[in-house]
């Protein structure tokens, strides 16, 4: 998951606007004409995938966002979600206007690929009170080689914070198995989607578990429970470790 607490530049001659970290720096805001970026290096290929919450209290002309490789505006790369000015890719231009969270899933490299070494956030609204904005969360840029639209199996993914150089966990079926010795160590399903993530361990008693988002922070922590509840959790890809006597065991799940 990209990491959103970093500096944010103004780009092109657009930018008028500001933005703002909210909720723990897990959430940017940008409004007022802002058109900024954050830097970011990724190889465009043909299964690069962007991911990502958004939501707008007031629309202005233009929302979207893109994987840039320059600092000059380009309809033709540029993602259009929201807005009332016809510029940009538009086949994901469906925001409902409601002020609620909306997961978009943009299959970039069907409309272009090559080098970014940006991503670009856009609350264009430079006529009339200026005043649109545009909030993002959860954005992920991954490679989507099976095309099912989420970040799993062998897939590869870029995370800020850290940066993943091995394969996520392989999913087998609906389960991810973990093993330490002799231990099995289970969770399913997987990914999650009603909010109920059941934990499997056979022949040891876990103590504690603990659960990290791909930040590397601490998003619930408690006793060990064989069904944890995870419907507060944004979707996205987590960490689960789980503390057996002095060993510790982890598995990555993803929350849809």
Same mark, same amino acid.
């Given at each position: 998951? +990209?990491?959103?607490?970093?500096?944010?530049?103004?780009?092109?001659?657009?930018?008028?606007?500001?933005?703002?970290?909210?909720?723990?720096?897990?959430?940017?805001? $940008?409004?007022?004409?802002?058109?900024? !970026?954050?830097? !970011?290096?990724? &190889?465009?290929?043909?299964?690069?995938?962007? %991911?990502?919450?958004?939501?707008?209290?007031? %629309? /202005?002309? $233009?929302?979207?966002?893109?994987?840039?490789?320059?600092?000059?505006?380009?309809?033709? =790369?540029?993602?259009?979600?929201?807005?009332? @000015?016809?510029? /940009? =890719? @538009?086949?994901?231009?469906?925001?409902?206007?409601?002020? %609620?969270? +909306?997961t978009y899933t943009i299959d970039v490299g069907n409309f272009y690929t090559g080098t970014a070494d940006r991503i670009l956030f856009i609350a264009d609204?430079?006529?009339?009170?200026?005043? /649109?904005?545009?909030?993002?969360?959860?954005?992920?840029?991954?490679?989507? #080689?099976?095309?099912?639209?989420?970040?799993?199996? @062998?897939?590869?993914?870029?995370?800020?914070? !850290?940066?993943?150089?091995?394969?996520?966990?392989?999913? %087998?079926?609906?389960?991810?198995?973990?093993?330490?010795?002799?231990?099995?160590?289970?969770? !399913?399903?997987?990914?999650? $989607?009603?909010?109920?993530?059941?934990? &499997?361990?056979?022949? #040891?008693?876990a103590q504690d578990l603990t659960i990290y988002n791909m930040l590397g922070q601490v998003v619930k922590q408690g006793s060990f429970e064989n069904v944890?509840?995870?419907? @507060?959790?944004?979707?996205? +890809?987590?960490?689960?470790?789980?503390?057996?006597?002095?060993d510790k065991m982890n598995k990555r799940f993803i929350k849809q």
């Open positions: 998951m +990209v990491d959103l607490d970093t500096d944010y530049n103004s780009f092109a001659t657009q930018d008028n606007g500001e933005d703002a970290l909210l909720n723990g720096n897990t959430e940017l805001r $940008i409004r007022n004409n802002a058109w900024k !970026f954050i830097d !970011f290096d990724y &190889s465009v290929t043909s299964n690069a995938v962007i %991911q990502f919450d958004f939501r707008s209290t007031i %629309q /202005g002309e $233009i929302h979207g966002i893109t994987l840039e490789s320059d600092n000059t505006l380009s309809s033709n =790369i540029s993602f259009k979600v929201h807005g009332t @000015q016809n510029w /940009g =890719i @538009q086949d994901f231009d469906n925001y409902p206007n409601n002020g %609620q969270w +909306v609204h430079d006529s009339g009170p200026s005043s /649109g904005d545009s909030f993002f969360r959860n954005v992920t840029v991954f490679e989507d #080689a099976n095309s099912n639209g989420v970040c799993d199996g @062998q897939e590869s993914s870029r995370f800020d914070g !850290f940066t993943e150089t091995t394969p996520l966990a392989p999913i %087998q079926g609906n389960v991810a198995v973990d093993e330490i010795g002799s231990l099995d160590f289970e969770i !399913f399903p997987n990914p999650v $989607i009603k909010g109920a993530l059941s934990i &499997s361990l056979i022949g #040891a008693e944890v509840d995870v419907s @507060q959790l944004n979707a996205g +890809v987590y960490l689960l470790e789980i503390t057996v006597g002095d």
